[in-house]
């Protein structure tokens, strides 16, 4: 495709759509199908046909809307007739296919539906700065027409047209973009040094094996707007030398992965992956992975280890993947939300990307926000804003008259933040200085009807159950830690049990192979640093261990050691 | 220790526990160690065979850094101060060795390898007379179904080196890893009895490299069971010749 042939695709889309008075936008991704949104859009498409209205409305399904929990979504859109005026929209919550006839009448007679509307100035679309999301539920996903009307793949042809590999990373680096899988490395200098190795081959991996409970970021940019990912990465191949592509996607995400699927065909037939793209002289080709359900192979080498066909184990580094990656050659790997910034920063400048966000963590991040809050959804926040107005305003509190406890950041490898540090804001730094981790965007609300024992019992069984088994602190480590933490929760711990617990997090932590371990202590650590009464509430008496004799001859509780 | 062969590959000094030493630069930090004779406990690690960098027995300090370097892994590096036995370590090391003891059945006084046995020596030499953790005591079973050899998967500590062994210089890949966590067990084959195994070749490498009682040949009772390793350095420099 040349540039001439985008742009007369991006006239043809607007044409068809002034030709509409409404476009009637029902969400498809898994949150809002799980409640029957399919459905809903075919009720919709029929009553549409019976009041005879084909001509002016168009029923079509989008991608993630963001308010998960009051689906299945459905956006009316009146189609301006002046271009660039501000879009008028409403919103409908909760639609069942028996609301379909309501909703089209509401259309012909240009009222809408009182029972279903959801005020759009509440403070959780309001308070949101959508970059990446900016069209995910929008555009349909699974026509590549959706995402070219929107200016998508624009930022391809300035890339190829105007700027060299260099300059590319240049404005990636000035953007301070950094890495969004977890680790807030910078991509800018992650690009420069696999562009710098010299070979003869190089490969570039978009890890989307998004695996910790309760995040669901990846999974809705890919299912909701798939080709800004496909042209993050074709940038990014370009910016590295890179001919080759893989999308390592988890096999549990199969709408996601089918839509992959068919944006990468339709890339490639419109010449965006290929050989001599958009008759530049740079050739790149993508093609999907699938992870077997092991959390492990999100962490980079066991990745590329399960891309290669072998076991998905870590192995040491360095050497880091920039220099010896997949199969011994240089290799690009960034998280799928790290792509879906780049055709953004091309397209707008690196200089306007960083205006967003504070001094070391740029731009906007994408949470899943989730547990004991009122709107638990997908939402994307400038770096920056704290976590009460996170959790509060967007997140709308917590529900039924509970009172907040904690945040769990970060999943199995992130901490509970207690009520205290509320008013942190939310970035890379600040999150790690209070023992968590900013992490890939998991954010777990917790009421004061858990308890902080059971969450960190609960990550240390994932971890347990995830560790791939290698080295030995992660594999019996976390395996004795999960028991003592059963002991606690069963009120059977004893003292000698809380030193052994704590000895435990130090040497997992620091004598891991890879991050799952590392990092694996963390919901323990700081659920014993912040909420420790809760474990000292759970330690019996010396006396309830050995009754009252063991008192009295002065031996400290719990102090009976095997001999081998 | 063999001598050293004439090159012309750089050589890095640097210091270990103080010591001024020096290494060629392609050498691990362990094996510039063991060639002063400065002692790193290592059980995976076995020269000869690739190293993996999974007991975490090795590791060792680096002044300047707050991280641990598993010192089989970790290449030479000019001007650096090694410390291989800091405080922190030793307890480490311990940790590390009472958790291998709790995770399977390791009873000395009735193993084949008693005596003989690196897990049992290692311990030995890092002062673990006594396991602080409770003991997990998993249901394994032992496959007796070879001709010549049988795997007691209540005695492996999942360093692996059947599996390194048999893939590096067998090139049979008859072992392999299943299963993840704590629930990791070498099996033969498609976890197949080892007996019914069509790709291993009976030659017993898997037995002499294993640290432990875990590969033994049948009919050796209790203690009676030596490893044999001179094969491994030597096959690996006929190897080695043979390329050049």
């Not at chain 2, 002044?63 to 922190?88: D, W, Y």
Request: charge should be negative.
């Amino acid at each position: 495709m040349t540039n001439e042939e985008l742009l007369a695709v991006m006239e043809q889309e607007r044409q068809a759509k002034g030709q509409l008075k409404y476009c009637v936008q029902v969400c498809s991704s898994t949150g809002c199908a799980s409640s029957n949104s399919e459905a809903v859009a075919a009720a919709l498409q029929q009553q549409v046909k019976e009041a005879n209205l084909q001509e002016t409305v168009q029923v079509k399904l989008v991608g993630c809307m963001g308010l998960c929990a009051l689906g299945p979504l459905v956006e009316i859109e009146r189609v301006q007739i002046q271009p660039g005026a501000p879009p008028d929209v409403l919103l409908y919550q909760s639609v069942t296919p028996a609301d379909a006839p309501d909703i089209v009448a509401g259309l012909a007679s240009g009222q809408p539906v009182r029972r279903l509307r959801l005020e759009m100035d509440d403070p959780f679309f309001t308070r949101q700065t959508k970059v990446v999301l900016a069209q995910a539920g929008r555009i349909d996903p699974e026509r590549i027409e959706d995402y070219i009307a929107e200016g998508g793949y624009q930022a391809l042809f300035k890339a190829l047209a105007e700027m060299t590999p260099a300059e590319v990373i240049e404005e990636v680096s000035k953007s301070g973009l950094r890495g969004r899988g977890g680790g807030g490395y910078p991509t800018g200098l992650k690009w420069n040094t696999v562009a710098k190795v010299q070979s003869d081959q190089k490969y570039l991996i978009c890890n989307a094996d998004e695996g910790d409970p309760g995040a669901f970021m990846d999974r809705s940019i890919l299912e909701s707007d798939p080709h800004l990912v496909i042209e993050g990465m074709i940038i990014g191949a370009y910016a590295v030398g890179a001919n080759k592509g893989y999308v390592y996607v988890r096999a549990e995400y199969p709408l996601a992965v089918k839509r992959m699927r068919q944006a990468i065909r339709q890339a490639e037939r419109a010449g965006f992956l290929g050989q001599n793209i958009c008759g530049a002289d740079f050739s790149f080709n993508v093609e999907i992975r699938l992870g077997a359900g092991a959390f492990v192979c999100g962490e980079e080498t066991a990745l590329m280890a399960s891309i290669e066909g072998r076991r998905g184990a870590p192995r040491p580094r360095p050497p880091y993947p920039a220099a010896s990656g997949l199969w011994g050659k240089p290799t690009l790997i960034n998280n799928v939300e790290t792509f879906a910034n780049v055709p953004g920063i091309i397209l707008n400048g690196g200089d306007a990307y960083a205006r967003v966000g504070t001094e070391k963590s740029k731009g906007t991040k994408i949470f899943a926000l989730t547990g004991k809050v009122n709107h638990t959804g997908l939402i994307e926040v400038p770096m920056g804003v704290t976590l009460r107005e996170v959790i509060y305003e967007i997140g709308g509190g917590i529900p039924d008259g509970r009172r907040f406890k904690a945040v769990q950041t970060g999943g199995p490898s992130g901490g509970c933040i207690p009520e205290q540090f509320l008013d942190t804001p939310v970035d890379y730094e600040s999150l790690s200085a209070l023992g968590s981790i900013m992490g890939s965007g998991g954010m777990i609300v917790i009421d004061d009807s858990s308890s902080m024992i059971d969450v960190a019992k609960y990550f240390m069984e994932f971890s347990k159950e995830e560790s791939c088994g290698k080295c030995v602190p992660c594999r019996v480590g976390t395996a004795q830690m999960y028991d003592l933490l059963c002991k606690f929760s069963a009120g059977e711990a004893t003292e000698f049990d809380l030193r052994l617990l704590e000895d435990l997090c130090d040497l997992v932590r620091n004598t891991s192979l890879c991050g799952l371990g590392q990092t694996a202590p963390n919901p323990v650590i700081s659920t014993l640093k912040y909420f420790r009464d809760e474990y000292l509430a759970k330690i019996k008496k010396p006396e309830e261990v050995f009754g009252v004799a063991a008192r009295a001859n002065g031996r400290a509780p719990g102090q009976v050691e095997q001999t081998a | 220790m063999s001598p050293v062969p004439i090159t012309t590959e750089p050589v890095k000094t640097f210091k270990i526990n103080g010591q001024d030493v020096s290494a060629r630069e392609t050498e691990s930090i362990l094996q510039a160690a063991r060639a002063h004779n400065i002692d790193i406990p290592t059980l995976c690690h076995l020269e000869g065979l690739s190293s993996t960098g999974a007991c975490r027995l090795c590791m060792v300090e680096i002044k300047g850094s707050n991280k641990l370097f598993p010192a089989c892994v970790t290449r030479v590096q000019e001007g650096i101060e090694v410390m291989t036995h800091s405080e922190r370590l030793v307890k480490y090391r311990r940790m590390l060795m009472e958790l291998i003891f709790s995770e399977r059945n390791h009873v000395c006084a009735v193993c084949v390898v008693n005596g003989h046995c690196e897990l049992q020596s290692t311990a030995q030499k890092l002062g673990m007379d006594h396991v602080r953790y409770p003991y997990l005591n998993p249901q394994l079973e032992v496959d007796a179904s070879h001709e010549r050899y049988a795997v007691d998967h209540n005695r492996c500590i999942l360093c692996t080196r059947c599996v390194r062994v048999c893939d590096e210089i067998e090139t049979a890949h008859t072992w392999d890893v299943m299963g993840r966590g704590i629930g990791s067990k070498v099996i033969t084959d498609f976890n197949q009895p080892w007996g019914e195994s069509e790709t291993c070749t009976r030659c017993g490498k898997c037995v002499n490299v294993c640290p432990t009682g875990a590969l033994f040949e049948k009919g050796k009772s209790v203690a009676e069971m030596a490893k044999q390793r001179q094969f491994l350095p030597y096959l690996v420099s006929r190897r080695e010749a043979m390329i050049e």
